[in-house]
């Protein structure tokens, strides 16, 4: 099979960026013939606001050039990942233009929300979800701080919504977990043209052999993914070593408070390499994601679960789907630095149930989360799209 993957990088590479290189490989290595069409936000950078604006609805430029890429390499699929801002939905038209089925991997909540994560002054928020105009999003000016900026996600959205771009120009939609779905849903998309297929890890990086001391986080610091809720529990917890591996705009704040309370047993290691990242995990004995929003997948889970190390999360959105209490981890009330501190507490006292844990967490990842259960899914949506 032929396939056309598209893909708008972000500034920052993250776990988008992670998924579609890995998924691309994947493809490849199972003989596919995989063209890509990336485009980078750097180009941001020499554009006038109102040529990013109007790009951002309706890039004629992106048209022009998937069109002609189609036409040339003539692909059985189109599989877009992130399309926001460079590429835009005018991908859509420009493949059923030439009858080629589209795909849509759905990594956060853009299609219902301008900031695309739910969440607004420290807090899940869904006031534009129901709304055909998400004008709450403007006024708080959800993305980027800036009401501007946010008028012209929500322009895009409204413009999309009246053409049913979603609906009549996406043949299938893919969504990392089951929560997600059905938060997809519930705003709206077809529940026929909605797949569920788990994010997974390329390589095997195998069980780590010795059990590993304290907890571990991966990250962006910031105040959705909670690291200041991680830091306040550790406030209690004085004997148990804490390895923070991550950047953001939080960073300062915390290495501030950690300095100033003393906190000798926590340790932040910055931005990593995926490789450090995974050691980190490997030296750990289990990892904590104490995200405060709602999370359409856990990456980082599926990396502790191949380490064989159990996982301490939120209790909600994607997390309480992928950590299976009381069996591959423990949750916790989101934002409750106590609750956490607790539960750290008995995972570290209670040193053969964490490695029980580990090995189910293992397991998890053996059945969910390997490359050949992954290539399965795929292939069956792409499948499904064709017929």
């Given at each position: 099979m032929r396939i056309l993957i598209a893909h708008n990088r972000y500034l920052s590479p993250g776990g988008e960026d992670a998924v579609v290189g890995?998924?691309?490989?994947?493809?490849?290595?199972?003989?596919?013939?995989?063209?890509?069409?990336?485009?980078?936000?750097?180009?941001?950078?020499?554009?006038s606001r109102a040529r990013v604006a109007a790009d951002t609805i309706w890039n004629q430029k992106a048209f022009r050039e998937l069109r002609q890429l189609i036409q040339q390499t003539q692909p059985e699929v189109v599989h877009c990942h992130n399309i926001f801002p460079r590429i835009s939905p005018a991908i859509y038209y420009a493949a059923k233009g030439q009858h080629v089925p589209v795909i849509q991997t759905l990594h956060n909540y853009r299609l219902f929300c301008p900031a695309a994560a739910f969440f607004r002054d420290g807090a899940t928020c869904e006031e534009c979800a129901a709304r055909f105009v998400p004008w709450p999003g403007v006024l708080?000016?959800?993305?980027?701080?800036?009401?501007?900026?946010?008028?012209?996600?929500?322009?895009?959205?409204?413009?999309?919504?009246?053409?049913?771009?979603?609906?009549?120009?996406?043949?299938?939609?893919?969504?990392?977990?089951?929560?997600?779905?059905?938060?997809?849903?519930?705003?709206?998309l077809s529940p026929e043209k909605l797949h569920v297929k788990p994010n997974f890890l390329l390589e095997d990086p195998g069980p780590a052999d010795s059990h590993g001391s304290g907890g571990v986080f991966l990250g962006r610091l910031s105040h959705e993914k909670g690291p200041d809720v991680l830091v306040e529990a550790w406030r209690e917890l004085s004997q148990v070593p804490l390895r923070i591996v991550?950047?953001?705009?939080?960073?300062?704040?915390?290495?501030?408070?950690?300095a100033e309370r003393g906190l000798s047993q926590v340790r932040f290691l910055g931005h990593s390499s995926h490789r450090a990242c995974l050691e980190a995990v490997r030296q750990s004995a289990f990892l904590i994601v104490p995200s405060r929003s709602f999370e359409t997948f856990g990456r980082a889970i599926v990396e502790a679960y191949a380490l064989g190390r159990p996982v301490i999360a939120s209790r909600h959105g994607a997390l309480s789907e992928l950590v299976k209490d009381g069996t591959t981890g423990l949750l916790f009330s989101p934002g409750d630095a106590s609750d956490l501190a607790g539960k750290v507490r008995w995972m570290t006292s209670h040193r053969d149930a964490c490695r029980e844990m580990g090995q189910a967490a293992r397991r998890e990842y053996e059945a969910k989360y390997t490359s050949d259960r992954n290539y399965g899914l795929l292939m069956a949506v792409y499948q499904r799209a064709l017929t």
């Open positions: 890995a998924e691309s490989v994947l493809l490849t290595r199972k003989g596919h013939d995989v063209i890509r069409y990336t485009v980078r936000n750097e180009e941001i950078r020499s554009l708080h000016g959800c993305y980027r701080n800036s009401r501007a900026a946010t008028a012209t996600v929500a322009s895009m959205l409204v413009v999309h919504r009246a053409f049913n771009s979603w609906d009549k120009r996406v043949d299938a939609y893919i969504a990392p977990s089951h929560f997600s779905m059905t938060k997809f849903i519930d705003n709206g991550g950047d953001g705009p939080q960073k300062t704040a915390l290495e501030r408070t950690v």
